[in-house]
């Protein structure tokens, strides 16, 4: 029952502006402000809301006791999905609607990219997670291609004002916006001097109206990708001062327009905000596949070149193989982006064709959290218009020490493994695994039945505008059901390392063993999932968990429960999800190959890190070679960290150590990677999401020292 004492204290907590993990819950939401406290005070409420009235009481207790985690439990109670991949052509295609009215279909850049944040904005208040851009290179270009013919137009028109000439302007507007071999950077000059030579126009003249065209969208599109970036950093969509968790995919289109988009994209990132600051959202994540952007041959003559010469290659095999590596300028300097490989077994879809105009609709995209949707037992197989539904996670090392408190095997906080069989043990646990995941399936099946009771005007931006595919087919009245079968339902898991640790006395990072146990830890979790998939013929799967703010309470509470346990329990933090944790000492090749194991079973969602010493920027060609190995060990969604540090005071951005080496400022911006997102100070996280952050090796400077 609600703790009414407990309520209280919270609140008070609140309004007082303590700093505690109660106001850090979320990096992304400013505390101490009015509306700020306004969001805590209702998430407290309706968290112990939905507790008392609208969960099973069995699920009530484990989330309490801490067995089990029910994300975003404080959206419970309005029935709201996680999260949404859009279809941006089909919004913008006839226009949208919002509230107050119908938004017409851009036509230029510059209003593309404004849209697409102001989509991402609105949609934000109908949904408690993320939302993604599956394909913005592609959705992009179509607004690059409007500004070119814009531009050729108005040069055109200029010209002949200029010139005396007797024309009409529809005359030449068919010239322009009919003719389809006039196109951005790839114009047919001859065919449009024939049409152009009865005005009077030279071909000298034509020629330079085309290539003015070109560098004016250029520059149109380098403001377009700036203002985005600027408008998801400070478009608030929720109380305490929250920009949209906004993700977007790129990578894969290579018509000229797509190109120009990336390219603007990835110098703005690198540009930085107003005072040189890295850029928070949106995570770019970039689609890394075979003969569109990447090839063996184009990375071994990366790998025998300077960094330097990389600019001046224009023959590469593969024709975006010069935005891969402008990614990894980029990722260097900003953090982002982040990387997806499209070619690993189970991210190819059998539609896909490179010929194919719509082939983004067939190749997965992530949110930059790390949630994945793709495969759909009820329809296509895409990521385009679907999004998770729920997810709940299991408390592992919880789950481990009670299997040994039961088995007296754990004892005064000492546990004794030499009076047991060490396969009994895992037998036992795995028998665990299963049932606790068959309650997180049911609990999930249980919020599934409760969200489908929601009608289409709860959700009118999603649902009128088709964000969720399906919606559109909805009266205001209508289940959501149809639309909501096509989402996912996923089982995630916390401390997996420290679960390893208390029942066989080493991690996966330490021992071959463990590395196999915890791989059929996760396939119990799957087989499951598998089982309430068929069973109910919903999209069930497995989530390698981003836990932030859960991370802390699960170990607090475990802690509290079992006492200090040496290398389970000592810790602030439980590791997340399957990875080896962030203190150990490994290589970067034998953090990814441990990782990439857990990926083909995690299709939930999944990503892995690796932590890099010193100025990346500094060494490319290292980075390339990181890259490269996670594609070639089955990662599905990598990245890289690294310090990203900036002084307050002058701005000067690089690796700190502790003052400002250009005006002895001690007040510094360190900008981080919490989950899958950055957060700019370090002050703002939780503290067992600090905690872990002191404690992260580099796992790229030990590679260095031991090759």
């Known amino acids: 029952m609600t703790n009414t004492k407990n309520i209280s204290k919270e609140i008070s907590s609140i309004i007082s502006v303590e700093n505690n993990d109660l106001k850090n819950e979320n990096a992304n939401m400013s505390g101490d402000t009015p509306s700020g406290k306004m969001m805590k005070f209702a998430s407290i409420t309706s968290k112990e809301y939905a507790l008392d009235n609208l969960l099973d009481k069995h699920h009530a207790d484990l989330h309490r006791k801490s067995l089990i985690h029910i994300h975003d439990l404080d959206y419970y109670a309005t029935k709201s999905a996680t999260c949404v991949q859009y279809n941006l052509d089909e919004i913008f295609k006839d226009g949208f609607y919002t509230r107050n009215g119908h938004i017409r279909e851009p036509k230029s850049i510059a209003v593309y990219a404004e849209l697409a944040a102001i989509v991402f904005q609105t949609a934000q208040n109908e949904m408690h997670g993320g939302q993604a851009i599956p394909a913005f290179d592609y959705f992009m270009a179509k607004g690059v291609a409007k500004s070119f013919k814009k531009r050729l137009y108005e040069n055109i028109i200029s010209y002949l004002e200029i010139s005396d000439s007797i024309f009409t302007e529809q005359d030449i507007k068919e010239i322009v916006y009919q003719n389809e071999l006039i196109s951005f950077n790839n114009t047919k000059v001859e065919n449009l001097k024939k049409l152009l030579i009865k005005y009077g126009i030279s071909s000298k003249i034509v020629n330079k109206l085309i290539l003015n065209a070109n560098k004016k969208v250029e520059s149109d599109t380098d403001q377009a990708m700036e203002g985005f970036i600027y408008n998801l950093n400070t478009q608030h969509s929720r109380g305490g001062n929250q920009v949209v968790f906004s993700s977007i995919n790129i990578g894969t289109d290579t018509s000229d327009e797509g190109r120009q988009v990336i390219k603007s994209l990835f110098k703005a990132l690198r540009n930085g905000l107003g005072n040189g600051e890295t850029s928070i959202f949106p995570i770019v994540i970039f689609k890394v596949k075979e003969g569109i952007n990447f090839s063996t041959k184009d990375k071994k003559r990366a790998d025998s070149l300077s960094q330097s010469e990389w600019d001046n290659v224009k023959d590469w095999e593969s024709k975006n193989f010069d935005l891969f590596l402008d990614a990894l300028k980029t990722t260097s300097t900003r953090l982002f982006p982040n990387f997806m490989f499209l070619d690993q077994p189970y991210n190819k879809h059998e539609k896909w064709n490179e010929n194919d105009d719509n082939r983004w609709m067939y190749e997965p995209a992530t949110m930059g959290c790390r949630t994945r949707v793709f495969e759909n037992i009820r329809g296509e197989k895409t990521s385009v218009g679907r999004g998770n539904l729920s997810f709940t996670s299991l408390n592992l090392p919880y789950i481990a020490l009670e299997l040994l408190e039961e088995k007296e095997l754990l004892v005064n906080n000492f546990i004794n493994l030499e009076t047991t069989s060490r396969e009994k043990i895992k037998a036992d646990f795995l028998t665990k695994v299963n049932q606790f995941s068959n309650v997180v399936c049911q609990q999930m099946y249980n919020r599934f039945k409760f969200q489908i009771s929601a009608v289409a005007k709860e959700f009118p931006f999603l649902m009128r505008n088709n964000v969720l595919t399906g919606g559109q087919l909805l009266t205001s009245g209508d289940s959501v059901e149809s639309v909501f079968v096509n989402g996912t339902l996923t089982i995630g898991f916390v401390g997996l390392a420290e679960c390893l640790k208390a029942l066989l006395g080493y991690h996966h990072g330490e021992s071959e063993e463990a590395q196999e146990f915890g791989l059929e830890v996760v396939r119990e979790m799957n087989k499951v999932s598998e089982l309430w998939k068929e069973k109910t013929h919903l999209n069930f799967g497995v989530i390698a968990t981003p836990a932030e703010s859960v991370a802390g309470r699960m170990a607090k509470i475990t802690r509290s429960r079992f006492g200090s346990i040496n290398e389970v329990t000592t810790r602030d933090y439980f590791t997340n999800s399957n990875h080896i944790p962030v203190y150990y000492n490994l290589s970067a090749y034998q953090k990814i190959q441990k990782e990439a194991a857990y990926h083909s079973i995690t299709l939930g969602g999944n990503i892995s890190y690796i932590e890099l010493d010193g100025e990346a920027k500094k060494?490319?060609?290292?980075?390339?070679?990181?890259?490269?190995?996670?594609?070639?060990?089955?990662?599905?969604?990598?990245?890289?960290?690294?310090?990203?540090?900036?002084?307050?005071?002058?701005?000067?951005?690089?690796?700190?150590?502790?003052?400002?080496?250009?005006?002895?400022?001690?007040?510094?911006?360190?900008?981080?990677?919490?989950?899958?997102?950055?957060?700019?100070?370090?002050?703002?996280?939780?503290?067992?999401?600090q905690a872990e952050e002191k404690e992260r090796v580099k796992h790229l400077k030990q590679e260095n020292e031991n090759s």
């Open 619 to 689: 060494n490319l060609h290292a980075i390339l070679s990181v890259i490269d190995y996670m594609k070639s060990s089955g990662i599905n969604y990598g990245s890289l960290n690294h310090p990203v540090d900036r002084c307050k005071k002058c701005h000067y951005t690089s690796l700190i150590q502790i003052d400002c080496p250009k005006c002895g400022n001690n007040d510094i911006s360190r900008t981080r990677r919490i989950t899958g997102y950055l957060v700019g100070d370090l002050d703002g996280w939780n503290s067992g999401k």
